[in-house]
């Protein structure tokens, strides 16, 4: 059974920095495309961050230069390091994986105050 579970969000000042962790289960993460996605209150889920398999990484013009997507095979746990945070990074993350078909974490929430 496929589930993943997100931790380390929570309320930061703006130009701090938080690691978001991705804990996969009922899969291997080094066999699967996975990433990070972000929703803010009354808006779309927009896309974040992904890692292929062979860890090639892409980002969404927003969060360029400042987050970090990674991942370690070895605890099947993907990353999300987000440095110089703005108050337009608040939001609930969420993590996915495109096996199948696509597998949502719960999500975590970011809050930056200004």
């Known amino acids: 059974q496929v589930q993943l579970v997100e931790s380390g969000g929570g309320l930061v000042q703006a130009g701090g920095s938080l690691r978001l962790s991705c804990v996969a289960s009922?899969?291997?993460?080094?066999?699967?495309?996975m990433g990070w996605s972000r929703q803010a209150p009354g808006k779309q889920r927009d896309w974040v961050a992904g890692i292929d398999k062979w860890n090639n990484t892409a980002y969404a013009d927003p969060v360029k230069a400042r987050f970090t997507i990674s991942k370690d095979n070895a605890k099947n746990t993907m990353y999300l390091q987000m440095n110089s945070l703005k108050p337009e990074d608040t939001a609930n993350y969420y993590c996915?994986?495109?096996?199948?078909?696509?597998?949502w974490g719960q999500g975590t929430q970011v809050t930056v105050s200004s």
């Open positions: 996915y994986v495109d096996a199948e078909y696509t597998y």
């Open positions: 009922g899969f291997s993460i080094g066999h699967y495309g």
